[in-house]
């Protein structure tokens, strides 16, 4: 079930752990319990042609080792050429509609949307869910829109309910419960977990909180 897929979904590119090798903060992101990765390498220090793939094979064997579904961002050949479980895009990239049959009926398709018009189309071509963001300030993207907090993201899910929706942008264990109250089935993080000295711990305290707000939109009569 996609829902379940997005509830801690970690995205990270090579440049954005700092000093610490990115191969081990995935996998110790992975054993503290993320439910989705998506390999985003791009930016002026990203990995290019046959070091981008050989990085980008290594994060996707680990994420079968734990079992986690690996998304591509944006570059559809080398989701094809990986055979990843799915690829994300944004309103700039190719269009969707497009990429759902370049992949196939059968890979997770992801689509970055900042509106109600948007989701619809995205849902229209084929997406899987859509990320909505940013939430909040972010520093990790540097093409990033102004914040919008979680107006878009309780919209699209009262218009849309069998849409899954994802928050992306300045989400962090302090203040990701707004997005999952607003409709959101689960966060997207950069810096939270890539830029952790403990990424193992950090991935465990949110995939905690994550699943403790769930459980009181679930059952809120026990919880109050």
């Given at each position: ?10 995205i ?59 998304i ?84 699209v ?47 465990k ?20």
């Amino acid at each position: 079930m996609i829902k379940n897929i997005l509830r801690l979904y970690f995205i990270m590119g090579s440049m954005n752990t700092q000093e610490n090798d990115p191969l081990d903060v995935l996998e110790k992101a992975l054993q503290g319990g993320v439910t989705c990765f998506q390999l985003r390498e791009k930016g002026v220090a990203s990995l290019q042609g046959q070091e981008k793939y050989s990085f980008a094979e290594k994060c996707m064997k680990l994420c079968q080792t734990y079992h986690v579904p690996f998304i591509v961002n944006d570059d559809v050949e080398l989701a094809l050429a990986l055979n990843a479980d799915g690829i994300h895009i944004g309103q700039e990239d190719e269009a969707a509609a497009l990429v759902r049959k370049k992949i196939g009926p059968e890979k997770i398709l992801g689509v970055s949307v900042h509106n109600v018009e948007e989701a619809f189309l995205a849902q229209k071509a084929g997406a899987d869910y859509v990320g909505i963001g940013p939430v909040y300030t972010t520093s990790s993207k540097e093409d990033a829109r102004i914040p919008a907090g979680t107006k878009v993201i309780e919209q699209v899910a009262i218009q849309y309910p069998n849409l899954p929706i994802v928050g992306i942008g300045g989400l962090t264990e302090g203040n990701l419960v707004p997005v999952i109250r607003a409709g959101g089935a689960g966060v997207a993080l950069i810096s939270a977990i890539a830029s952790s000295q403990d990424p193992r711990n950090q991935a465990k305290q949110l995939r905690d909180k994550i699943e403790q707000v769930l459980e009181k939109e679930r059952f809120p009569s026990e919880h109050a």
